[in-house]
């Protein structure tokens, strides 16, 4: 099927977990971060993706395109205001891939037209054929949303609409930017437009809905009912305020009742609990436990009447299997004892093909934290292979050594061997304990200066014996920048963090000194 013509039982799923996602976390993610999520969002089966917002800053482009390179499975897609130079960066970012969609947009709405764009009507209907045919130069795949479209009166909607496609856009996306409207009005707006837009036929209707309400699966799923073939999601659901209408709860909707919906998406529910996992851990977005689908107690049955029945016919009280979102249903403990062939044969019931990671390095972390820790489980595997994804080979930064110590007195001290780029460093400093310490001695080791603006601590896997995992944020230049890091030692999680934090400060560096001196040369 093409992304352009929905067959009438087929969804469109077009993630935005890297645009509309992305744009809403405190820190920005890193293009290697991205990278690695467009790849689970791949495997999960996606038809588009829209992986960012290219004129906004050159690590967006860079991402962009880097994503647009090595995407295969899925279309990428770009986001541009209804303006030329924002369609020339998408294009540009985008040419390196096979097939690219460009996304413009403008607001519909009275208030945002009126307020925020301070124009006609008419001016921004003018704006968005300009941008439709301006886009088409570059792709046949054009999607044109209206912003703020459930605030927007129904005849201005089907005038903008039909112009839209007219000049050539083939998605249309209906937008309830800020949340607002209820199912059954929502649904009210799709079948306005699918009975009263002449050439209506000729697109794919789409649905973006925010969870301001709390209404946004809701209203995605009244839509699809109305007509639209393509709902637009993200991972978790993370995106703007209260965020965007979540992929795996869509999704799952389709899948489980089917036979009342009639629609289904190519979407792999096995993927559904790796790839949500992933995103919460490179986001820093933790997800809720109670959460439908993906959160902690999603498959968890806790009351006795409920176990009960559990226990003499599983669906008393379960609708879908955690199975069937990719939760594995044994966790075997491994010991050092336990040998590769254990360790592949887990790792594939865990869902990984053997091309997804590198067994011998895979096996050697694996002994080392078995040595540690004696027992290692399937969570501790998949942080250890996410932790392997993490390190980047051009990583600028690496601690070489690193020694703190403390007792019960009214300081720490911590010394650190640390190697930048060609140069290495050793120095010490003093704090008010050893996580200060250590921060000091980076610190003085590194030219960046930056500030620890959150730091937390959490348990990761199994039991009191599961590893630690160290989230942090610091802020350089006004600019948030998110690190982790995961070890059986707190302080050397601590340490893997900020390093990690670092090495984004000094690829943006990078990034906009590449930048500078292309311009100094343009003249
Ligand atoms: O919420 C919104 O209206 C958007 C558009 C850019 C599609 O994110
Ligand atoms: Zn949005």
């Given amino acids: 099927m093409s992304t352009n013509q929905a067959s009438n039982d087929q969804v469109i799923i077009f993630d935005t977990t890297l645009r509309d996602g992305e744009q809403a976390l405190n820190a920005s993610l890193s293009v290697h971060e991205k990278l690695q999520i467009a790849q689970a969002i791949e495997r999960l089966g996606v038809d588009v993706m829209e992986v960012g917002f290219p004129v906004s800053s050159p690590g967006d482009f860079e991402s962009v395109q880097q994503i647009a390179r090595t995407i295969k499975n899925a279309r990428v897609c770009g986001l541009a205001r209804a303006m030329e130079a924002d369609i020339d960066a998408c294009a540009n970012a985008l040419k390196v891939a096979e097939q690219f969609r460009i996304h413009t947009f403008i607001s519909t709405s009275d208030v945002h037209v009126q307020q925020k764009l301070r124009k006609d009507f008419s001016d921004v209907e003018a704006m968005a054929i300009h941008a439709v045919k301006y886009a088409r130069k570059f792709t046949d795949d054009v999607e044109f949303s209206c912003e703020d479209a ?5 005849d201005n909607l089907c005038r903008m609409v039909e112009g839209a496609i007219k000049a050539g856009a083939t998605t249309v996306n209906i937008p309830d930017t800020v949340g607002y409207t209820l199912p059954f009005e929502f649904q009210g707006i799709i079948t306005n437009l699918f009975n009263r837009v002449p050439n209506i036929d000729q697109a794919v209707i789409s649905v973006h809905c925010h969870n301001d309400l709390g209404l946004a699966v809701a209203n995605s799923m009244a839509a699809v009912q109305a007509g639209a073939r393509q709902i637009e999601c993200t991972v978790n659901g993370i995106g703007e305020r209260a965020g965007n209408c979540s992929l795996e709860e869509v999704a799952m909707i389709m899948k489980t009742r089917e036979s009342l919906l009639g629609v289904q998406t190519n979407i792999n ?21 109670n959460k439908a689908i993906v959160g902690g107690n999603a498959f968890s049955h806790s009351s006795g009447i409920h176990q009960d029945g559990m226990l003499k016919a599983s669906n008393t009280y379960e609708i879908m299997t955690p199975e069937s979102v990719g939760i ?21 019931n ?9 067994i011998e390095q895979l096996y050697a972390d694996f002994l080392a934290l078995a040595d540690k820790k004696g027992q290692v489980f399937d969570d501790d595997l998949e942080a250890l292979l996410f932790n392997i994804q993490q390190q980047d080979q051009q990583d600028f930064y690496k601690v070489e050594k690193l ?56 348990n990761k896997g199994s039991g009191e014996d599961g590893l630690g995992q160290a989230d942090l944020v610091i802020t350089w230049q006004g600019r948030n920048f998110h690190g982790y890091g995961l070890a059986t030692d707190v302080i050397e999680a601590s340490a893997q963090a900020l390093i990690h934090a670092l090495n984004s400060i000094h690829r943006a560096i990078t990034i906009a000194d590449i930048k500078s001196a292309r311009q100094e040369k343009q003249g």
């Fill in 150 to 154: 459930g605030r927007t009166p129904i």
């Fill in 269 to 289: 529910h096995q993927e559904i609990a790796r790839t949500s996992k992933l995103v919460s851990t490179i986001c820093n977005m933790p997800v809720q436990l």
């Fill in 328 to 348: 594995a249903k044994t966790k075997l403990n491994l010991t050092s004892r336990s040998g590769r062939h254990v360790i592949k044969h887990r790792m594939e």
């Fill in 350 to 358: 865990l869902g990984y093909q053997e091309s997804d990671y590198d």
């Fill in 403 to 458: 020694n703190v110590q403390c007792g019960d007195g009214d300081f720490a001290t911590a010394s650190i061997k640390l190697a930048s780029g060609e140069n290495t460093s050793i120095e010490s400093a003093t704090g008010n304990g050893p996580v200060d310490a250590l921060y000091q001695a980076i610190k003085q080791a590194v030219d960046v200066e930056f500030e620890v603006t959150d730091y937390k601590i959490s």
